[in-house]
């Protein structure tokens, strides 16, 4: 049974807060564009464009240093709002200010890592009372090669939705965030209500871990 849910506006669910440990940087693909995903020592979560804007090389297989994001290649590094502030070469140089990685909103809410490529959306995503309410423990993400639509609909996501709290009844409440990779693949991110120290719960997170798995067999034996 659905307890809530939007149609996701314009921000999107990147990756479980959880998954992303303070000082490291992860690879995202939001339909098709490659975003760097990183945290800071201070455990500041940032995204932005993974492309180095010396020789583009990815940043997401940079390091993050001294609350800066280091590419892997030439050793240059990013600091707040993209600005490049060391260039290892030449390191009595201070950058010029329009050498800037490309970075996107970013915000953590509900135990996920979201982002709004476009201007103009809300200034944060999924104000919704129902998610609020919850303390929500992360489950587990998983990649599946089929589309995001097709994902939605099959596990009751109402019509157009990508984030929704679904309730499985036995399972309690369950929030569920599809981040569209391309055409053909998406990211399922699954949350359970309910902290995650609860002895009693381990069973719950469990039995919804294996059914996001089997969700995914299912999908990708009829994409
Ligand atoms: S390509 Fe990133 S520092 Fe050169």
């Known amino acids: 049974m659905r307890m809530a849910g939007d149609r996701g506006g314009g921000w999107y669910p990147l990756m479980l807060s959880a998954d992303l440990e303070p000082g490291t940087v992860a690879g995202c693909i939001l339909r098709g564009r490659e975003l760097a995903v990183w945290r800071d020592g201070a455990g500041q979560a940032h995204v932005w464009d993974d492309r180095c804007p010396h020789r583009g090389m990815r940043l997401s297989l940079g390091f993050v240093r001294e609350g800066t994001l280091a590419c892997l290649y030439h050793g240059w590094r990013f600091g707040a709002g993209g600005r490049c502030v060391h260039i290892p070469a030449h390191p009595d140089l201070t950058p010029a200010a329009t050498i800037r990685a490309a970075p996107l909103r970013a915000v953590e809410r509900h ?60 399972a309690g409440p369950v929030l569920a965030a599809i981040l569209p990779v391309d055409g053909t693949r998406c990211m399922l991110h699954l949350l359970a209500g309910g902290p995650a120290d609860r002895g009693g719960d381990r069973g719950r997170l469990h039995d919804l871990a294996d059914w996001a798995q089997d969700v995914c067999r299912r999908m990708e034996e009829t994409a």
């Open 111 to 170: 135990g996920l890592v979201w982002t709004a490529p476009e201007d103009g959306e809300s200034s944060a995503p999924q104000d919704d009372p129902a998610m609020d309410a919850v303390e929500w423990t992360p489950v587990r993400s998983l990649r599946i090669d089929a589309p995001w639509g097709n994902v939605a609909t099959a596990i009751g996501m109402p019509d157009g939705c990508r984030v929704a709290v679904l309730d499985r009844d036995v």
